[in-house]
């Protein structure tokens, strides 16, 4: 990843802007998957500043899911959204112990 910030800029921003389920969906599960590829990477490419700006993203994520799923119809895609919440605040948990551990903050 050359640089992280412009990639978490472009990942939260298609979640903000999809405005049907599956693409909702879709944009969710592909900021999800950069959470989970942090603890995996280089510690040489995150910096404070980056991780910082990385849980910002993140909480907006959760906002927007959070509003998606007030605004959806009870069934499947509100079970999705809430599972999209869990996951996120359970990689933001694993990249907490990841940076506690490698950058010792």
Do not use: C
Not at 41 to 53: H, I, K
Not at 84 to 95: H, K, P
């Amino acid at each position: 990843m050359s640089d992280p910030s412009t990639h978490i800029r472009a990942l939260a921003q298609a979640v903000l802007k999809a405005n049907r389920p599956r693409p909702f969906l879709k944009a969710v599960r592909a900021f999800t998957a950069l959470l989970d590829d942090v603890p995996d990477s280089a510690v040489s490419e995150w910096s404070p500043q980056t991780l910082a700006a990385l849980r910002t993203a993140a909480e907006g994520v959760v906002d927007a899911i959070e509003q998606q799923i007030a605004d959806a119809e009870v069934g499947s895609f509100q079970r999705e959204l809430a599972a999209a919440v869990y996951e996120v605040r359970r990689s933001l948990e694993e990249i907490d112990k990841w940076e506690r551990h490698y950058l010792e903050t």
